[in-house]
């Protein structure tokens, strides 16, 4: 009997659930904390030329007057929010606010181009409306493609604009739009939320840096 892919799923599932029998909710939290500091360790030497090069980026858009421009989908929308507070707010030093916008934050703004014009333009649109030449588009995409995210950059491209691309090793699609003036950081991970979490730890850095190159001359022993 042939195996439906629903049935392969069914299946893969109760081998992974046969696995965990017998360990503790302990073991659980304990080998995902392993799992997402080996990912870390095998991947710091590839992301870290990424990171800089990102960050000198979105910190040259910044010194030109631009703004950065984010969009993302489902929690990468929230990871898009939590790197536009970081820049309008604060992450670690005072300093002035950065200009930044999240294209996921207004719910009204966000159904009302649905409606319009559909999910598929949902960020194209807004750039078209917002974008500059002098601004850089932050693309953020930790689990699958989308159209939306697609004409996200190729709207940005359109503009004249930058584009940063944040993603998982496997959105090649994504990948293949970036230009030479473009910057993308590239993560491996076998499971949605390990992807995830490094991407928070890439935020964390790319702000880092560019606080740094915008409000000191050189870097201190804290970076």
């Known amino acids: 009997m042939r195996l439906t892919s629903l049935d392969k799923k069914r299946l893969y599932r109760r081998i992974k659930a046969s ?13 995902h904390f392993a799992n997402t500091l080996q990912s870390v360790a095998e991947q710091v030497d590839s992301l870290a030329p990424a990171i800089e090069a990102t960050g000198s980026l979105m910190a040259d858009t910044l010194l030109r007057d631009g703004k950065l421009i984010l969009c993302g989908l489902g929690p990468d929308a929230a990871a898009a929010q939590l790197l536009t507070t970081y820049l309008i707010s604060r992450f670690e030093l005072e300093r002035p606010a950065l200009p930044a916008i999240n294209l996921a934050q207004g719910s009204s703004t966000t159904t009302g181009v649905i409606g319009a014009s559909g999910a598929n333009d949902l960020f194209s649109r807004q750039i078209k409306a917002l974008g500059r030449p002098e601004d850089t588009l932050v693309c953020i995409a930790s689990q699958q493609s989308h159209t939306a995210l697609l004409r996200a950059i190729q709207t940005a491209h359109e503009i004249d604009m930058a584009v940063v691309l944040l993603c998982n090793h496997e959105l090649g699609d994504l990948s293949s739009l970036m230009s030479g003036n473009d910057a993308s950081i590239t993560i491996q991970g076998d499971r949605a939320s390990t992807v995830f979490e490094l991407q928070i730890m890439c935020i964390h850095r790319l702000i880092e840096l560019i606080e740094h190159t915008l409000f000191f001359n050189n870097m201190d022993g804290n970076l």
Not at 19 to 31: F, K, P, Q, S, V
């Open 19 to 31: 696995d965990n029998r017998g360990m503790t909710e302990y073991d659980l939290i304990a080998n």
